[in-house]
């Protein structure tokens, strides 16, 4: 049973960081594509951070760039996001999701085949 555990979500002030967890389990991680997608009510999930897990291939959306790293360790199945200058547009509910390739459409939620269950996120002003 694929399972991709999400952690690390909480409150904070704008400016400050988090870092986000995703463990996975369930099917083969290794040369997988794990993606990190956020959404707040009313609005399309929206792509912010994809890793291949096989190569290490990085993706990021422009409005987190210079903010955020997305990282893993392949020893835990465990992907990584690190959020730094966090702003209160960066409010939402954080999940991760797993594909079987990264490419220039690692933001398509389409392609993805799991996903964790959320954790959110909110920046205060």
């Known amino acids: 049973q694929v399972q991709l555990v999400e952690s690390g979500g909480g409150s904070v002030q704008a400016g400050g960081s988090l870092r986000l967890s995703c463990a996975a389990s369930?099917?083969?991680?290794?040369?997988?594509?794990m993606g990190w997608f956020r959404q707040t009510p009313g609005k399309e999930r929206e792509g912010v951070a994809a890793?291949?897990?096989?190569?290490?291939?990085?993706y990021y959306a422009d409005s987190v760039k210079g903010r955020f790293t997305i990282s893993q360790d392949n020893t835990k199945n465990t992907v990584y996001l690190q959020m730094n200058s966090l702003k209160p547009e960066d409010t939402a509910v954080y999940y991760c999701?797993?594909?079987?390739?990264?490419?220039?459409?690692?933001?398509?939620?389409?392609?993805?085949?799991?996903w964790g269950q959320g954790t959110q996120v909110t920046v205060s002003s």
């Open positions: 999701a797993a594909a079987s390739y990264c490419d220039s459409t690692y933001d398509y939620p389409y392609k993805y085949n799991y």
């Open positions: 369930g099917y083969t991680y290794s040369s997988s594509c």
């Open positions: 890793i291949y897990t096989g190569g290490g291939r990085l």
